[in-house]
Every structure is written in C-alpha cells, then in structure tokens.
C-alpha cells in the first residue's frame, strides 16, 4: 500500500475547520466558555496532534494560545501525552515513504 501526500484542497479544508476554532476563540478562551469544559479534552487532543506531525499553526495564533492554555490548564497534559513522541516518529517515517 502506498500512502500519498495529502492534496491542497485537503489542506485547505482542514485549514477552514481550524478557522472555525480561531473564531470561537475570538470570544472565549476556550473552545465553549471562559474555563475549560469537557469539549476541550476532545478539541486539544486533535489541535496538539496536528501540531505534533508539523500542520502549520501559524496563521491561527488564538489556536496556538489556546493549545499552550490547555497545556498548562489540564492536568498532567505532559504526563498523558508523553507517548506522542513515538506517534510522531512513527509520522515521520511515513512521510518518507509518501510518494508524491
């Protein structure tokens, strides 16, 4: 099985989504409310994925704080995710063997 880079429009609609969290962001410092909910376990564990395999967060910095404020505001973030670091070699080694 061969695995391919993901197209642009791919990318682009990925990107429209986050833009959507961006905008949320606009008015609360979490994704529902001024304190973290139980929709943000759901949400940072997709935004820190994303960032972990190297999606370009740049252009969403309400995105990237909001990460950062999720990783402090929950408990044992780091501890939890610590396993990621094989996740996201194992993402790199995909890359490689992606046939564009």
Do not use: W
Request: charged letters at 35%; one cysteine or more.
């Amino acid at each position: 099985m061969h695995q391919k880079a993901p197209e642009q429009k791919d990318l682009d609609n990925l990107d429209e989504k986050i833009g959507f969290l961006e905008t949320f962001l606009s008015k609360t410092a979490f994704s529902a409310a001024d304190h973290l909910t139980i929709s943000d376990f759901s949400i940072v564990a997709s935004i820190n994925a994303l960032d972990l395999i190297g999606h370009d967060l740049s252009k969403f910095p309400k995105v990237q704080k909001y990460l950062e404020r999720c990783k402090a505001e929950i408990k044992d973030f780091d501890e939890v995710n610590a396993d990621m670091a094989g996740f996201t070699a194992f993402v790199e080694e995909a890359k490689k063997k992606i046939k564009k």
